[in-house]
Each structure stands twice: as structure tokens, then as C-alpha cells.
């Protein structure tokens, strides 16, 4: 519980969540989603109720670093305990970076439509806040915001169009995230101790807001500040001096773990474990100094790197109330088909005139056939006004598009991620056995847009030759 005496006022009062900001189109989607909400509920049982959606996204953390997925480095009892009695997805892929992962998850389109800079989401954006919102649900979030904007391109508010919100990293917090955290909630930062845990405090808020509308659907969504750098120890660590960041990394997957327990066994205590969509993710792969034992090899994570190891990232649901648990599905999972799924989980209609990138998978967790995807695109420009490109977090803009096996990108360089995970040899284009999914992922490509459509085209222009950088 987060005490109104712990807070203090941001005096800038434009950070409140979205004042001033889309109020005409938000109250017009507002009014006939309410009208229309009225009209399907008339005929319903007055029973029937929507199912809650819980969304938990990892920060840093790739598929290598959970039990379920074959790890034995790493604790992670809650999350495979969730798996097995859920539905694991083995090829979930994220961008390589945290923001544009953001940002397709929360508008269900591709980056190549409507990214603009590192730490933007752009106003005029439909979000899956506004989704729930418009349906009635009860919504917050906690934890990672980084969507405010800057220089560059506008963003939105801590906590823009959520009825409540504690984050960290909205233009109005400092740098800590876990010990002594700086943390906003509701307009007002907190004075906390020095001995106080920020994903601790993300997580009561949540379970408070959680048991505060246990008796009407709710939307809670936990982009967690776990398990980026600084690699620190946890509370559960044994020694809570440590420096070794490989052991301190490893002790906070545990606790990101814990965390996902934590609010399995509340939803269960209210008695709404079979009414709740759960779903754990990650928003892209490990820190490349962190290293895991995974299939009697060795993964170095890629994060920002357009590798399998900066990219493949868990994906969890549970929704024993809805979906037969205890399977493992191999379709092809991008971040822009998390709004279109959970908008058919809870039987809502996108607004028309919102065109999406994504697919709903939710027919897959019911058991039926589903549209499963043939191809993954990606389209990664993270920090289009950056100086210089020399680097994977400043990489220059690229695309590309890829299927269980095969990655082609837009110039032309063909992959076999089988037998070349870390891209070292694209394949001839003479070579016969990649010529159907050279013309297929080709045929793919050629669909998107070629340059992102809210960047300037001078920046692509500007990153154009530089050569494609590299942790490893």
C-alpha cells in the first residue's frame, strides 16, 4: 500500500495523465464504444463478465534465462509452473530494443508506421489503454514508462489514458529503478527509504489495484523495471553487497519470477485465477555481458543486436477459465499481435477506421486452427537523430523479415538462423535449397512501407552505408 503521506506534488501540471491531449477523438471513440457497450450487454446475462487481462513484460530478458524453456542456470519456478498449466510460445519475437518493443505492444502496428524516436510514443497513436478504457475496465500500469518523448518527437504522459499509475522513467523521475527508487504515482513522487525496492512498490500498487476491483474487469499491465542494468542484488540475494553482476543478474530473474508468483497467488486468493488472461513476456533479448548454459551450449545476449539472442523472448499465458493449458505452440509471435489478442480475449471491437499490423492469436489458445503467421517483420531504427551509428543501440535503419528458419533483409542479405544464428554467412542468392523463402520473405518485404513513415527522411538518408554494428 503506497501512503498519500509518501508523495509529493510534481508542480509541472501537464504530467498528469493526457490533460489537454485527444480529448475530442478520445471522447467520441469514448461515447459510441459506451454506446455500443450498452447495446451488446442489453441482450447479455446480466452475470457475464468480461474476462481481467494481467500483462507482465520482462525488461531484458531472452526465452534462454526460464526453466520452461529448457534453462537450468536459472530459478524460475512460478513461471514454469504457469507454463505447464498454461500454453508456452517458442517463437515470440520482440524488437531488439525496449522502446519499439513498447510501442508495437501498445498500438498493435509495426514500427515502420508509427515509431519516431527512442522514449516516444506519438499522441495521435490508438493504444490498448484506450481499448479497455472504452469498454469500461478498470485499468493501471506500473513500473517502466519511458514513452514521454523529448527533443525529437512528442510523446505522451506518465500514465497516459490508464485510470491510476507508479512509474519510473517518465520525464519527472531520476535514475533509480530498484534501491531507493525514484518513482511517480498519480502525479506526486514518492519519498521512499533507502531500503525500499521499486519493483517491490510496482508490484503492491498493482495487487492493490487488483483487490480494489476484484468485482469489475480490469486491465493491470506491469512493463517491470526487472531485470535491466544495473545488475543488482535483490532482497532474496545472499549477499547484498554483491558486485558480480552474472550472479546479481541470474538472483534478479529469480525475483522477476517471485514477482509473477506473487500475483498468481493473489489473483487466486480473490478467487479470479479462471476469469484472468495472464500473459509474461519480454521486451527483447538479454544484456550481451550476461551469459547462459542453455542445450549444452552457451548464449550471450544480443540485446540491440537483430539477432535470435537480442530478439527471442518468452511468452507465457494462463487462462484456465478460457484455454486447455499444458501445450507448447510454435507459431510465429510478433509484439504487434498482443493488442488484436487480447482485444478478442475479452470480445472487443477494434474502432473502425484503426488499421493494425497485428494478428490475434487468441483462436491458437482456444485450440482452433487460428491465422497463424508465415512471416515475422521487423523494422528497427531506434535512435533516428543519433549522431554517429556505431553502435547496436544506435543502429542504423533496417528491416527486415524472417519465418521459423530463414531471415531475409530489405538489402538483399539472406540468413539460414538453423545452421547461422549469429548471421556470420548470408546465404547466394544461386543457393537453391533458400530459393523459395528468398522469394517468399522477399514477396513479404515488399509489402511494408520501404522507410519509416514518422521519421524525417533526411535521418534515414543519414544512416544509410553505415555498416551494421555488433556486440559480437
Not at 338 to 363: C, K, Y
Request: glycine content about 10%; aromatic content about 12%; charged content about 25%.
Amino acid at each position: 500500500m503506497i501512503s498519500s503521506r509518501s508523495r509529493k506534488m510534481i508542480r509541472n501540471p501537464s504530467s498528469r495523465r493526457g490533460q489537454g491531449r485527444r480529448y475530442t477523438r478520445q471522447f467520441m471513440r469514448h461515447a459510441i464504444a459506451v454506446c455500443l457497450l450498452g447495446i451488446s450487454l442489453a441482450g447479455a446475462d446480466a452475470s457475464e463478465r468480461r474476462p481481467n487481462v494481467v500483462l507482465l513484460m520482462a525488461d531484458d530478458v531472452g526465452y534462454e534465462c526460464f526453466g520452461a524453456y529448457g534453462s537450468r542456470q536459472y530459478s524460475t519456478p512460478r513461471l514454469n509452473r504457469l507454463a505447464d498449466g498454461g500454453v508456452r510460445f517458442t517463437n515470440c519475437y520482440s524488437t531488439p530494443l525496449c522502446t519499439p518493443s513498447r510501442v508495437a505492444l501498445m498500438t498493435g502496428m509495426s514500427n515502420v508506421r508509427n515509431y519516431a524516436d527512442f522514449g516516444s510514443l506519438l499522441p495521435d497513436q490508438y493504444t490498448i489503454t484506450e481499448l479497455f478504457r472504452d469498454a469500461g475496465y478498470a485499468t493501471a500500469v506500473a513500473g517502466k514508462w519511458q514513452l514521454q518523448g523529448g527533443q525529437n518527437a512528442p510523446g505522451v504522459p506518465p500514465g497516459d489514458g490508464f485510470d491510476t499509475y507508479c512509474l519510473w522513467n517518465t520525464g519527472n523521475t531520476e535514475g533509480r529503478r530498484y534501491w531507493n527508487p525514484s518513482i511517480e504515482c498519480d502525479g506526486e513522487i514518492l519519498e521512499v527509504r533507502e531500503d525500499q525496492y521499486g519493483p517491490d512498490i510496482f508490484t503492491d500498487f498493482l495487487l492493490d489495484f487488483i483487490s480494489a476491483n476484484r468485482d469489475r474487469p480490469f486491465f493491470a499491465y506491469y512493463p517491470m523495471a526487472l531485470v535491466h542494468s544495473p545488475f543488482l542484488p535483490t532482497p532474496h540475494s545472499k549477499k547484498r553487497e554483491s558486485e558480480d553482476e552474472q550472479r546479481n543478474f541470474e538472483d534478479m530473474v529469480a525475483y522477476a519470477d517471485y514477482i509473477a508468483g506473487r500475483f498468481h497467488d493473489a489473483l487466486e486468493a480473490l478467487g479470479l485465477v479462471r476469469s484472468t488472461v495472464f500473459i509474461f513476456t519480454s521486451d527483447n533479448g538479454t544484456h550481451h555481458r550476461i551469459d547462459s548454459s542453455f542445450g549444452g551450449t552457451t548464449i550471450r545476449g544480443d540485446k540491440g543486436a537483430l539477432t535470435d539472442a537480442g530478439t527471442h523472448v518468452p511468452l507465457i499465458v494462463s487462462a484456465p477459465g478460457a484455454i486447455r493449458g499444458g501445450r507448447v505452440i510454435d507459431d510465429l509471435i510478433d509484439f504487434a499481435d498482443f493488442l488484436p489478442t487480447v482485444a478478442e480475449a475479452a470480445g472487443l471491437a477494434i474502432p473502425d477506421g484503426v488499421a493494425l499490423d497485428g494478428i490475434s492469436f487468441w483462436d491458437r489458445l482456444r485450440g482452433g486452427p487460428g491465422n497463424p503467421r508465415e512471416w515475422h517483420y521487423t523494422y528497427y531504427f531506434p535512435r533516428p537523430f543519433a549522431a554517429e551509428f556505431d553502435n547496436p543501440y544506435r543502429h542504423p535503419e533496417v528491416a527486415y523479415v524472417r519465418d521459423k528458419r530463414y531471415k531475409l533483409y530489405a538489402d538483399g542479405q539472406l540468413f539460414d538462423l538453423r545452421s547461422d544464428p549469429h548471421e556470420v554467412s548470408p546465404l547466394p542468392p544461386s543457393d537453391s535449397a533458400s530459393a523459395s523463402a528468398r522469394r517468399k520473405l522477399g514477396t513479404a518485404l515488399a509489402t511494408m512501407p520501404a522507410s519509416g513513415a514518422r521519421i524525417p527522411s533526411g535521418r534515414s538518408a543519414a544512416s544509410k552505408g553505415a555498416p551494421r554494428p555488433r556486440w559480437q
